[in-house]
């Protein structure tokens, strides 16, 4: 391909966006023809349009053929386990592919200990039967949020299957590839019985590419910094595989033609060893071509090598353009390879050159991480200078030295396994330690895709640029500069947006909504969501990486507006389903002050939160009816809770405001002895959004209260399928006869309301979801 490849990458890649994302295939359509018109060949031009076909139908195909064949109506099934299954507490999980060839992803919650040990014996190429129900998976309900649905759809996996009760597996025929992931779940369970817990994940994702043994407090902290791509099977892992093989087989006696051959034969075995993963799969197809190059006495140029790497993954399954691995993997390695004769004739030493390849990955991922995590570390280019080294020449080889010694002698693998948890321990303290400096995690919040595609663009023209005028400072600033300038657009739009927003967030059964006031003038959270527990857990039902909705739906949506700072945080009363989201805020987000309801008495919760607020030197405001704030012209008034109120729900904090030309009232759990209390104190309270009080609940939205305030919308946050029966029939009736526009989070997700001067509306997140 004469280093054209990357022409041929752009036409496949178009082929691929042209279903789905018809705007962004055109914009590299444009660069295509430009590329073209510069190249000037006319072979290379009908090339182009015959790889654009090839991938166009392609995509197609893969689009129109990615439904059910089932209806979600059948209860019996039986199919072949295909991944490893996955015992976390009580919860298991794995794929299972049906006669038919469709692929369901199982997820049943354990019911005894003896349950979860019989369990012990299930494998990959099992064959189960069971009877249960299907369920749609979620889409994104929360912004900020993860696409479930979409993530599993790419998978062409259209349902969740949970059976009744333990399914029935047993041994069936094997395929080759069944034992190479028994193999695997093998090793993985090898590492877990000699390796400690805290070393055990790390060295489960180094050797087999398994992330699902790491702590979530460990893996949050890799990707925080930007170091999680040593944890990935990658380039480095291939690389030290194939160099030690090749060496292995020539000094058994094999010529270097035939261990190519026999390394060729080796790499789809590790490739499914570990994991298949876009990275490792990237990696092995490179050192594929490399060696049949080898072997055949041909060189390709690397810019062809990754371009053939690129087009082979999305013949197969072109899906993985969207997977933030694969794109990740194959934009280092393209900005790597692209820099190479750079950094190679401008940095001499080994330090210079590491620091060099280190700023230009961090140039090439940081876009992505951003658009995917919506913030990034200023101290992440030093702790990849720090710890990439160490990783690459020292404990990837020590995980697979102690890892092989063990297979033969757990004895003599012990001083290895001790020194390798030695330096895992190091390097985490070390995380943790940079972790509490300043900036070690910035959130920008989501950018729009066009700057993504745009900053790219002026990173790879500055690489170019570098190596064409042999001028390394200014082509350096044509690369900084970009960032710069997009990530500072990313900061000021917020306080030059002349839109507000109320959005309701979907936390399940709990409350959590977000008021941002135009031009950022004010940005306040009422209620964090939370987990209900009920009773004590066995140790056998606790789970690894237990759920927290704080963390996993209101910090991401925080994040993605690009909000770092919350004015006011309004915890309306101390139920976990209020208040239990707050933790996972308190690190993570700035918090001027707490607002809390006056009280003589505080359960034991609510005094730990109010204790642990005022000892990062949270501010915490008590109050109660009577009081009020005002902000950018906008009054605030706190209708309840009155004081010393002894139950709990009716100590909610209440409010009222007008926002974007509606008057609104915010019940939190308010039932019918507080909206008796609001109806004689203010006989007069006309309000159009009425925040129903304690989800829906037969206690609430008394009809005499209703009457008075006369609301045109209604908002409740509840849970899909909750325990309590909520929101209560007799509640969304009344509503319903007083011609009241009803919103529920458990059927429309998060419902935004956007305003300004000249324009306002409701948004859902999803259209009545049954």
């Not at 692929?103 to 019911?111: A, C, E």
């Not at 695997?184 to 180094?206: D, T, V, W, Y």
């Not at 690369?479 to 739009?493: E, K, R």
């Not at 139920?575 to 989201?581: E, L, N, S, T």
């Amino acid at each position: 391909m004469k280093a054209n490849g990357f022409v041929f990458v752009l036409s496949g890649m178009i082929g691929v966006l042209i279903p789905s994302h018809p705007l962004f295939a055109f914009v590299f359509m444009l660069l295509l023809i430009f590329l073209l018109m510069k190249i000037k060949s006319k072979r290379l031009i009908v090339l182009c349009i015959a790889v654009l076909l090839l991938f166009t139908f392609r995509s197609y195909l893969a689009f129109t053929m990615n439904v059910s064949k089932l209806s979600g109506d059948e209860d019996s099934f039986y199919g072949k386990i295909i991944t490893l299954p996955n015992v976390d507490g009580n919860h298991l999980t794995f794929q299972l592919r049906l006669p038919s060839n469709e692929k369901l992803q199982v997820r049943y919650y354990i019911q005894s200990r003896e349950e979860k040990e019989a369990l012990a014996h299930l494998k990959p190429g099992m064959v189960c039967h069971f009877s249960g129900n299907l369920q749609s998976p979620d889409g994104k309900r929360n912004p900020g949020g993860f696409d479930y649905k979409k993530f599993l759809n790419q998978q062409a996996i259209y349902w969740i299957a949970s059976p009744n009760r333990l399914p029935f597996c047993k041994i069936s025929s094997l395929t080759f590839f069944d034992r190479l992931k028994q193999y695997r779940q093998s090793g993985i369970n090898k590492i877990e019985k000699h390796f400690s817990p805290e070393s055990s994940g790390i060295a489960q994702a180094l050797i087999f590419g398994e992330r699902k043994g790491m702590d979530n407090q460990i893996l949050e902290a890799y990707q925080s910094l930007g170091l999680v791509h040593v944890l990935a099977v990658s380039g480095l892992h291939v690389g030290v595989i194939v160099i030690f093989l090749f060496w292995f087989f020539i000094r058994f006696g094999l010529t270097r033609e035939k261990a190519a051959i026999c390394l060729l034969v080796f790499l789809p075995i590790y490739v499914v060893l570990t994991g298949a993963a876009p990275s490792v799969l990237r990696a092995a197809l490179m050192a594929g071509a490399i060696l049949a190059a080898y072997h055949l006495k041909e060189k390709f140029h690397p810019l062809d090598t990754i371009s053939f790497a690129f087009l082979a993954i999305l013949l197969f399954h072109p899906y993985f353009l969207f997977h933030v691995g694969f794109q990740l993997s194959f934009i280092i390695s393209f900005s790597l390879i692209v820099s190479a004769k750079t950094i190679s004739k401008y940095f001499y030493s080994n330090v210079s050159r590491l620091i060099a390849i280190s700023v230009v990955a961090q140039l090439s991922a940081t876009p992505i991480l951003i658009y995917y995590f919506y913030q990034f570390s200023l101290w992440s280019l030093l702790v990849n200078v720090l710890f990439v080294p160490l990783f690459s020449s020292v404990l990837l080889p020590l995980s697979f030295l102690s890892f092989i010694v063990s297979l033969f002698s757990p004895f003599l693998a012990a001083p290895f396994i001790f020194i390798f948890e030695m330096l895992i321990n190091f390097v985490h303290w070390s995380l943790h330690l940079v972790q509490r400096l300043p900036f070690a995690s910035f959130t920008i919040g989501q950018p729009l895709p066009i700057y993504i595609v745009l900053y790219y663009a002026s990173i790879f023209y500055g690489f170019i640029q570098m190596e064409r005028q042999n001028r390394l400072t200014r082509s350096a600033y044509r690369c900084f500069i970009p960032l710069f300038v997009f990530a500072s657009i990313q900061l000021i739009f917020p306080y030059a947006n002349p839109y507000g927003k109320v959005t309701m967030l979907d936390v399940g059964q709990g409350d959590s909504i977000l008021i941002e006031l135009p031009f950022r003038k004010g940005v306040y959270l009422i209620d964090t969501g939370g987990s209900v527990f009920f009773g004590e857990e066995e140790d056998w039902q606790i789970r690894k990486n237990r759920f927290d909705v704080g963390k996993a739906i209101v910090l991401p949506a925080l994040q993605a507006k690009g909000i770092r700072s919350i004015d006011k945080l309004i915890l309306t009363h101390g139920d976990a389903d209020h208040i239990g989201g707050a933790w996972a805020l308190f690190d993570e987000v700035k918090i001027k002050q707490i607002v809390y309801g006056k009280s003589e008495k505080y359960e034991e919760e609510e005094k730990r939160l109010i204790q642990k607020a005022a000892a990062i030197g949270i501010d915490i405001a008590f109050v109660e009816e009577g009081m009020q704030w005002k902000e950018a012209g906008t009054n605030f008034y706190i209708l309840g809770p009155k004081e010393n109120e002894p139950s709990k729900n009716n100590r909610s904090i209440l409010i009222y405001t007008k926002l974007g030309g509606l008057s609104w009232l915010f019940m939190g759990d308010a039932e019918e002895e507080s909206e008796l209390r609001v109806l004689h104190r203010y006989p007069n309270l006309n309000t159009d959004v009425l925040k129903v009080g304690h989800h829906g609940s037969k206690t609430s939205s008394q009809e005499p209260f209703i009457n008075s305030i006369n609301p045109k919308i209604a908002l409740i946050s509840v849970g899909k399928s909750n325990l309590y029966g909520h929101p209560s029939e007799e509640v969304i009736e009344r509503l319903a006869q007083k011609n009241i526009t009803i919103f529920r989070t458990d059927k429309n997700g998060a419902i935004s309301y956007v305003f300004s001067n000249d324009k306002r509306y409701f948004r859902p997140t999803l259209e009545n979801e049954k």
